[in-house]
């Protein structure tokens, strides 16, 4: 995965399904056979039924055949097996494909297939980030224009989704399935209607309500023709979602009670059942009724699976806003404390998936740029064209290498000088006191606060938040406070939450070390990363960046370059 500091804008706004479902209109011509989802899967391919003694059979004979491909297809059966109830030894036979086919002769399905499953697995799981490098992996080996090749696809649209970028991950989806329409008979109808049902839900979430009321009766209709029960709960649940966004409260209520009761009971979709739930509330209060009890079940869902999508965050200010006015502020604080989890959990949890996300769309572009250029230059009559286009563009580069040279040095010496004049201030005043601050904060005393401030100023000397995994709760033990307060603390008096207080605070200690530690100016980039408490060099660049303007690597860079011309 290559690293690009700059990432077009058009490339960047895409997204989706987190969870393949949240959507559908239940139409009132449509009637709903029975369902039975412990075979289903909602993301790609679909096997029959087998035990584990056919399985072993068929790996038998496919050893005796000493046909690596042929092994691999039987490695493929048992990767299946395991899919569903998300058991580790998936992940065996995943990289037992990979290891027998990924130096052996070119294939159309192998080792792709290998990275394919160990993607799903993970995004069944809930590990987004994994499941992309492996999708990305996957691509690398698949032959484009196959289905195979398209599907991985349709899953980095869905990972895409994850990450709220639901333009891209439509356009994705609209692909996939005219992709698949050409000819049917390649897919499994349930995987037809699962592209069918996150284009609709890609629609209904951009607000294009009309495209996502065609595809959703589109999707209902196929279901009943293909009996396809799974696929058809989460039309209905996008149905409800749909009615809602159109004001309709009455179908939206009948659709989502229904989605509600096809989820119920299949423990595999408790995420979809928490959507069910959110979307009941607020269509509830839309209709002067009361939504606790629905805001309450998301909550207790997410207690089971922290499976954490931001649309599901917002139930917790509907549960702070109802016991505020019931005035039970001890509640209402218990909830205010699960939405900072909550949202802690998705924050870091996403963190690395959009960086990753981004370098995807970068090489993507690139590869794009690269062929169009290939196809320009196999017509004669645009060579000039081409030739200036280059001479153009090389100009343009040049000018913004050496404009973007005089500004990142600008921002160097800047940073330079504000670490010499904090050096002198720290020396010149190490038994200051923490002054009091005027209270902006009206829920909680002034002393508190100040309080809460002065052993901030200790905790932000004690270096401990390079410590990787430093979370609010263990601060707040260590500082004897309550977590709420302190968060509340963080956010008003230094205007970022708790994340970006701790990103700051590792910024300008790694400026620190790398100002006055000559060894630790010869780390690599990822070992200062570690050592001043980042999961990654990726994270660390990019928080290095947001503070300073300039990358890490630049400022070590040019720090070495200033000591030695000051030697010489």
Known sequence: MINKKKVFGTLVFIAVLLIFGTTLVAQNTTTKSTIDSSEQQKETIKTDPVNLTTL?????????????IAIANAYYKYTEFYLNPLDETCLKYCDSIILITKYGEKNDMFPAEGYKQKGRYYYK??????????????????????????????????????????VEAKKIFKRYVNFLEVDQKKEPAQNYNLALFALSHSYTYTGQLDSAAYYIDKGMKNCIATKDDFSYSYFVLNSGIKSYFEKDYKTAHDSLMRAK???????????????????????????????????????????????????????????KKYYKSKGDPETGVHYLEQQ???????????????????????????????????????????????????????????????????????RFHK????????????????????????????????DLVNDILAKLKKFEATDKFAKKKYTLPQLAKELN????????????????????????????????????????????????????????????????????????????????????????
């Open 125 to 166: 799981s809930g590990k987004y980030n994994t499941a992309l490098n492996n999708y990305l992996d996957a691509l690398d080996y698949a032959r484009e224009k196959t289905l195979l090749y398209e599907t991985i696809n349709f899953n980095i649209g869905l990972i895409r989704n994850s990450a709220k970028q639901r």
């Open 261 to 319: 009761e096809l989820f119920f009971s299949d423990s595999n979709r408790r995420t979809s059942l928490a959507f069910a739930h959110l979307y009941l509330g607020k269509n509830n209060l839309a209709m002067n009724k009361k939504g606790i009890q629905h805001f309450k079940s998301v909550d207790s869902i997410l207690e089971i699976t922290e499976d954490v999508f931001p649309e599901l965050l917002e139930t917790y200010d509907d549960l």
């Open 340 to 410: 900072i989890k909550f949202n802690d959990i998705y924050t870091k949890g996403y963190e690395d998936l959009i960086l990753n996300i981004k370098d995807y769309d970068v090489e993507k572009f690139l590869k794009e740029k690269d062929e169009l250029i290939d196809t320009i230059n196999k017509k004669n009559n645009v060579i000039v064209i081409v030739l200036l286009s280059l001479l153009l563009a090389f100009a343009g580069a040049i000018y913004y290498f050496f404009r973007k040279q005089v500004i990142h040095k600008k």
């Open 56 to 68: 072993e059979n068929k790996l038998q004979k496919a050893k005796q055949t000493k046909n690596p």
């Open 481 to 568: 406070t309550n977590g709420t307060y302190l968060s509340k603390v963080i956010n008003e008096t230094k205007q970022v939450n708790f994340a970006n207080y701790l990103n700051q605070l590792r910024i300008e200690y790694a400026v620190a070390r790398i100002t006055n530690d000559s060894r630790f100016r010869e780390y690599t980039i990822k070992a200062i990363a570690e050592e001043c408490g980042f999961k990654t060099q990726q994270s660390f660049s990019a928080a290095f960046y947001k503070k300073t303007g300039i990358k890490p690597s630049f400022f070590v860079r040019q720090l070495k370059n200033k000591i030695k011309s000051s030697i010489n």
């Open 415 to 446: 940073l330079l000088a504000a670490q010499e004049e904090k050096q002198s201030k720290k020396s010149t005043n190490k038994n200051e006191q923490v002054a009091t601050v005027e209270n902006t904060i009206k829920e909680l005393p002034e």
